[in-house]
């Protein structure tokens, strides 16, 4: 079966500018979850949807936001972007959410310039 | 909040060689522990998991985890590394984040080199 799919693979902003990163999990998984990955920080844990509700945030400024549709697709946003923001960003879908096994996308990779 | 230490942010081993990757977390209850491997240009994939059903945690790929309650420890073992093996390994630790919600908590990572 397909498995997570987030476009796009790579992108290059300027400063200032915004961004929008897509996610289509594993058909069935409604649970879908963001992380950011950087070299010094790790991987942190951006948000969770499942049924179109967030319900799992973690430490990011309000620039950073998201959204899943009814088919549990979702999206996460980025405004105003900062340099601090290039990173690899991964979207993990699974049916349990934490609990259970998370499977990733390989990631959309941000450069802010 | 759950911390996650991985010991070690590079490990180092010849082929065939053990593999022991290490993993502590903070945590007064038993939580729900993983290992993901990342290969490089990919996204996370699942080695094994804790889920209290039985201490020694058998993997793909051979590997294997142990937790350890009194030392809050669940490191990873491999007896004999193939190249292959080769990648960057995270320890997780689910934590509940409110009513029956779970937050999943990663470590900074072990990055895995095997020589020949």
């Known amino acids: 079966k397909a498995g997570v799919t987030q476009t796009p693979r790579y992108l290059i902003k300027t400063r200032g500018q915004q961004v929008t990163l897509s996610c289509s999990p594993i058909?069935?998984?409604?649970?879908v979850s963001w992380y950011q990955q950087t070299p010094g920080q790790g991987l942190q844990f951006l948000f969770e949807?499942?049924?179109?509700?967030?319900?799992n945030k973690g430490n990011f400024p309000g620039r950073f936001s998201g959204r899943q549709f009814s088919n549990s697709r979702s999206e996460m946003n980025v405004s105003t972007l900062e340099l601090g923001d290039s990173a690899l960003y991964l979207c993990?879908?699974?049916?349990?959410?934490?609990?259970?096994?998370?499977?990733f996308g390989e990631g959309s990779r941000l450069t802010v310039l | 909040a759950q911390s996650v230490t991985q010991l070690g942010s590079h490990v180092s081993v010849s082929e065939g060689a053990l593999v022991l990757l290490r993993c502590n977390y903070s945590s007064s209850v038993p939580p729900y522990l993983f290992w993901y491997v990342q290969y490089p240009n990919q996204g996370l994939q699942l080695l094994l998991k804790y889920t209290s059903a039985a201490t020694l945690v058998k993997g793909i790929n051979g590997f294997e985890a142990e937790f350890k309650k009194s030392e809050t420890s669940f490191h990873l073992t491999k007896p004999s590394a193939h190249m292959s093996d080769a990648a960057e390994y995270f320890c997780a630790v689910s934590e509940r984040s409110g009513g029956s919600n779970y937050k999943l908590t990663f470590g900074k990572g072990t990055l895995l080199t095997v020589n020949p």
């Open positions: 058909s069935g998984h409604r649970s």
């Open positions: 949807y499942f049924s179109e509700t967030q319900r």
């Open positions: 993990a879908s699974s049916k349990q959410g934490a609990i259970g096994e998370l499977f």
